[in-house]
């Protein structure tokens, strides 16, 4: 992707008013990118923290801008929120000289299977940990009010379990079956790796999980050993997999992905909304 002068970069996130950690990832990434000079300009914006979705494209001036959503799927926030705040009107929209273009949420996009690959290897490498004597567990937040809050998560698991190179692959949950706290339910082998595919290492990630693993009961007092010997099992606890530096290859990716979905070209940028 060469550098495109009349193009920006919207890496829309959460944000938390509770956790620093939560935007760190999105503000991060955003540097890189906008390091790499491939946009005229890189842009971040929350629901949480400044600057705000509603407020953020008055300060741009490029007349094509890429929206990318920093989040793991489609719900609640990707269809509801993030249309309504940016007055999105589909996946492009047209206003006051402007093509916004709403690209796909990052955890939608198969490469984010290459990262949680790369998180369990980081473990593999260092650990010399047999492969087909380990679970892999792909833990995400669900919720009953929701069913898209879960689904991104199983099609990783089927994906990574047809590579067949961990002895198991299996999903857990914060808030619905099956539980992340029940995990020694569903494996025997003997060891774990346990992967948060979570955008950050925010309050659920960095202090929730740990408790509901078993291997603190308070993670912000009392941290926890990597691995963590229990239940007859060693556990790894990684990151979150939205903390990787691979993320900023899967923003680009959806960004690229929208412009070949759309028929989009430099030349088209260039000429603006006319």
Known sequence: MNGRISEALVLAG????QNQESSLPTRCHAQEILRRGLFAEVQTAFWLEEPRFKDVLAGIH?????LVPNFICEGFYTREILPREFQLEGAITERDGKRICYCDPVGLHPSMTDLLMERAAEVLLREQVELRATCLFIAGHGTPRNPNSTREVYRQVET?????????VEAAF?????L???WPNFTALPNVIMVPFFIADGLHPAEDIPVMLGITDDAKRRPYQNPTEIHGRRLWYT???GTE???VEVILAQVEKFRKDHGLSLQSSEAGCG
């Open 14 to 17: 959460h944000g938390s008013t």
């Open 62 to 66: 490029s007349p094509l801008i890429y």
């Open 160 to 168: 990574l379990r047809a590579m067949k190179i961990f002895g198991q």
């Open 174 to 178: 914060m808030e619905e079956p099956p």
């Open 180 to 182: 992340i706290k029940d």
């Open 239 to 241: 990151r979150s997999i």
């Open 245 to 247: 530096p691979g993320m």
